[in-house]
């Protein structure tokens, strides 16, 4: 298992952004030595390299991986799928303004970096749980039953 997180974010620089651009050109068609002077290019860069490091560690897992722009709206059902969770559930997260979202026209849109965000929020607080069990586990401390 890869120590790669699963859900990245990565806000690209303008200067990362260029060099994305000329190797979205190059990898159409490249030749070796065209590679290889992308690659030492890319690895300078290090949300570039970040990027590619997912890619290839979700691809080294499970052999298949989207990629969605964190500008991506998504429906409430899209939200909820991705994060395994009901739609009741996600609308009661959407109604708190737990998630934001918008509106457009009856349907309500949810960008695709909000949902990130929230995955991590709730991932973090699930670890730090994980860890207090563990805790008290350790010291013998929780609850213990009367039979």
Same mark, same amino acid.
């Given at each position: 298992?890869?120590?790669?997180?699963?859900?990245?974010f990565?806000?690209?620089?303008?200067?990362e952004? =260029?060099?994305?651009? @000329?190797?979205?050109?190059?990898?159409g068609?490249?030749k070796?030595?065209?590679?290889?002077? +992308?690659?030492?290019?890319?690895?300078k860069?290090?949300h570039l +390299?970040e990027?590619? *490091?997912?890619?290839?560690?979700?691809?080294? =897992?499970?052999?298949?991986?989207?990629?969605?722009?964190s500008?991506?709206a998504?429906s409430?059902?899209?939200?909820?799928?991705?994060l395994?969770?009901?739609?009741p559930?996600?609308?009661? +997260?959407?109604? $708190?303004?737990?998630?934001?979202? *918008?509106? $457009?026209?009856? *349907?309500? @849109?949810?960008y695709?970096?909000?949902?990130l965000e929230y995955k991590?929020r709730?991932d973090r607080?699930?670890h730090?749980l994980?860890?207090?069990? =563990?805790?008290s586990?350790?010291l013998?401390?929780?609850w213990?039953?009367?039979?």
């Amino acid at each position: 298992m890869s120590a790669a997180p699963k859900f990245h974010f990565i806000e690209a620089s303008s200067v990362e952004i =260029e060099v994305a651009q @000329r190797a979205e050109k190059i990898l159409g068609n490249a030749k070796n030595k065209e590679l290889e002077k +992308l690659f030492q290019e890319i690895i300078k860069h290090p949300h570039l +390299l970040e990027a590619f *490091h997912a890619f290839m560690s979700e691809i080294a =897992e499970k052999g298949n991986v989207a990629i969605a722009s964190s500008d991506r709206a998504l429906s409430s059902q899209e939200a909820a799928d991705f994060l395994s969770l009901s739609r009741p559930f996600i609308n009661k +997260l959407l109604d $708190t303004h737990i998630i934001p979202s *918008h509106k $457009t026209g009856t *349907h309500r @849109r949810i960008y695709f970096k909000d949902i990130l965000e929230y995955k991590f929020r709730r991932d973090r607080m699930s670890h730090g749980l994980d860890v207090l069990t =563990e805790e008290s586990k350790k010291l013998g401390l929780g609850w213990k039953s009367k039979s």
